[in-house]
């Protein structure tokens, strides 16, 4: 440490609230210091026989901190003779993201505890290797500061502390990490930030997440405005609760209601209007999350710390498996311009009930990302006056996008450990089916064109082909409807999108009524029932690559000559759950009910050569065009997006759709700010 550095407070040792009880492993566990793996075999558990097990492998059943014990946010009671350790997802402290990205260099942990036992820190490194740094007995009331070193996490690692009781007990009364921060830097660090949240009829999401921040405002001093975008019919002002959590927030809160302008336009304002408050942060929240409201603090204190300005984002858990790590950093492919994950050991839906953060040595490696999913996303205000706002494309490729297109201005993104929400996880969605088709393959080209270096985008245009074979084998047809309209559009150029952003929703859906494929009706039993013995499938795994072409020049030849069975039109031949809704099965089917991901309902699809034919032909034609006007199409996406996503293009889009504005909240001494002005 320095002598003109001081010590500043970057993250708090947290516990659960008292309703999350689901969620005690991600704060403490008991155990060993590497904790302890078992694997279930036969009822019995034991340790695993070979280095790679995969049987069943569970975490220790002693290996749980009982939730009885904690005693507050910051407090708990470790009981006589009780081992627990905080080296937690949200406890453990990431040395090696504040090694990388920030001015800090030594840490400080400070424990106060109350009672007899010990105290012992350890690292690791990037393999997940693991060592005791320091360890020390208390007695009463204690204060244990231990000062470490960030020099050896330029790879990865991670430090924590465990808690040892004695046969009395002990009790952790609180403890922080703190950072040594140069004098100048401490002086400067008063950050402001307008947390924005985009919704659409989900005013109960709104509500829960406004109760979390007004009972966490103490931790959220820099939340200047909370600005919740509401685009829906179902106005959270009209909320029974609404009136209470407005007075709670004492003034923070604040309403634009406006027309439905996507994910993208809602956080485009949020953007917006972060510049125009002369805020130094945009915060962009989804609406249907449960929030951590440390993670907050933590964002805005690593971006203040970083040595530039930087986008600094949250991890995703599964809100119906909250145990569960959905995303925990992404990186685009840009040969086939589609997100990807950073490091091969990387396990998407990695449970940390079943298998903690010192047992997985993945999770001690650094994880460098291209962006982070707005979710949760922490954006500089400088970046955003230097490079622009959201694309205009209503949702999907939004954040992606923004992510590359800070990167090639210079700013990177970190998706920061220890800061997260719960969201429902992409296994419980498809969103490649249906009206967001559309929005998925337009968006995904338009990020091509805009990002991508290789000669036509890499596979981009072959694996669009692709995937419309798949939706029309599949009997998708509105969906692959949606796919072709994006193509077409794309030729309107980015000079469009303004223009489509309201009314493309709209017009997507008015096809449902021609596409049976796209009713849905809740109860399975509203269909007809499927005469015994009609069941045709298709095979119960994807076709290789080497039997792929084959298979799929006699399928596609099959649903083109082959007339439907003679009653197909009037009885499905089967029922498909969505997890058996693969195209390989759907294609040996002429008629068959599908559930949807969602559990709610599901749809008829039936097998219609005609309209094989005349899609396929339309798909053919509109991929050749794309294949011959790529390179003009790039040059002009390229040249037209800067306008596009410029503060006067959304701020004319703005002034058409906004309905009410429940007031107008500006920091003194800032003007409006336009992309590209000085700084």
Known sequence: MTNDASWSLLQRVILPFETQTDVVPLYADAGTAQGVRLVEDDGMYRR???????????????????????????????RPGQHVSFGT??????ASYWRRWTTVRDVRLVVRTRGRGSVVVYKSNARGAIQRVHGELVEGKSTTSVELTLKPFGDGGWYW?????SSDGL????????????????????????????TMNKPQYCIDNLRVLAGSLERLDSVKQILIVDQGTQKIQDHADFPELEAALDGRLRIINQANLGGSGGFARGMFEAVENGHDYALLLDDDVVIEPESIARLVTFADLCRKPTLVGGHMFDLYSRTVLHTFG???????????????????????????LRQTPWLHRRTDVDYNGWWMCLIPTTVIREIGLSMPVFIKWDDSEYGLRARKAGYSTVSLPGAAVWHVSWVDKDDLVGWQAYFHERNRTITALLHSDHPKSGRVLRESVQNDVKHLISMQYFTQQGRIHALQDLFKGPEALHEDLATKLPEINALR??????????????????????????????????????????TVGRQLLKAPADDAAVRPQGFLAHRDNKWWR???????VVSNAEGTGASWYRRRPDLLRSMLATSGRLHSRMYREWEVLADRYRAGMPQATSFEAWRATFERHTVSDSHQNRSEGHAPVEAGAPQ
Not at 161 to 165: E, I, K, P, S, Y
Not at 177 to 185: I, K, S, T
Not at 334 to 348: I, N
Not at 586 to 592: N, P, T
């Open 48 to 78: 695993p026989k070979a280095k790679n097990e995969k049987l069943n492998l569970v975490a220790s059943s002693a290996a749980e901190a009982h939730y009885e014990d904690f005693l507050s946010r910051e407090s708990m009671t470790v």
């Open 513 to 554: 009524a021609e596409f049976p494929d796209a009713q849905v009706k809740e109860d399975v039993d509203d269909f007809p029932a499927p005469a015994a013995g009609m069941a045709l499938t298709g095979p119960a795994v994807a076709p290789t690559k080497k039997q792929l072409i084959p298979w799929a020049v006699k």
């Open 161 to 165: 502390f465990d808690l040892n009781a």
């Open 586 to 592: 759907l294609a040996g089917y002429d008629s068959v």
């Open 171 to 198: 009790e952790l009364v609180e403890a922080r990490w703190e950072g040594a921060v140069d004098g100048a830097r401490a002086a400067r660090r008063a950050s402001s930030v307008t947390l924005q949240i985009t």
């Open 330 to 356: 992404e990186v685009v492919d840009l040969y086939r311009v589609q997100p990807a994950l950073p490091h091969d050991d990387m396990d998407l839906g990695h449970d940390f009930a079943r298998s903690n």
């Open 89 to 94: 997802y949200f406890n453990a402290f990431p």
